[in-house]
């Protein structure tokens, strides 16, 4: 993706925490006619190994799609594809700067994979995949589901297609304006007083140390 270097998020482990917090992501290969083919999904990232994630070589992203989604057959032929997550993001008005010269634009936070696909689709490994996702999002749902019986979950299990995304190269842009420092005061502002998706921001703007105040006026 377009990355400028100011917005460039070099530590991973900024990535992982976006990714964990926000799983909703998409996934992106080629269908039959070489086009861009989409499917929008949780997914659960993981390190794939116990050490520190290097340059996405240790990452590893789990899911699955409904057996009639083309998507798995595209990703057994054409393994390499693309998963993106979209974090918290805003409109920032030109009021937060001190002068007029100025125009809107809109902050983001982004991770865009490129992954390495394997899939999974033997009912015990699909049956541990799910159990990764239920244990992110509804731990207490576990044991509804072993309660349903092996019979039901074969049959559930049979209706879908597990995949491992084996992270081969990961960018992250975290774009809050870090160039214009004479915005951040009253963007800070701004956003800690807005919508979750603002105050989200303005947390991020916190993380990262973006200070606060006002820049002095030149000539001061």
Request: hydrophobic share 40%.
């Amino acid at each position: 993706m377009y990355m400028p270097p100011q917005f460039n998020a070099k530590d991973p482990a900024i990535a992982l925490e976006l990714m964990r917090s926000h799983p909703f992501a998409s996934l992106i290969s080629n269908d039959e006619d070489g086009l861009p083919y989409v499917s929008h999904l949780p997914l659960v990232a993981e390190r794939a190994d116990q050490g520190q994630p290097g340059e996405g070589d240790a990452l590893v992203l789990w899911g699955h799609c409904a057996k009639p989604n083309l998507h798995w057959r595209y990703l057994q032929a054409r393994p390499k594809a693309v998963v993106t997550f979209l974090g918290p993001h805003s409109y920032l008005s030109p009021s937060v700067y001190p002068d007029l010269a100025r125009v809107p634009t809109w902050n983001y936070l982004a991770v865009h994979c490129t992954v390495e696909a394997r899939l999974v689709e033997e009912p015990a490994a699909k049956d541990a995949l799910l159990k990764k996702l239920i244990g992110d999002h509804e731990p207490a749902y576990a044991q509804q589901w072993r309660d349903l019986g092996e019979e039901f979950q074969l049959k559930m299990l049979a209706g879908i297609v597990g995949f491992e995304l084996r992270v081969t190269a990961l960018q992250c842009e975290v774009k809050l304006n870090q160039h214009r420092r004479e915005s951040h005061a009253a963007m800070h502002a701004m956003y800690s007083a807005g919508t979750s998706d603002e105050k989200a921001l303005a947390a991020w703007m916190d993380r990262l140390g973006m200070p606060a105040e006002a820049a002095p006026a030149q000539g001061s």
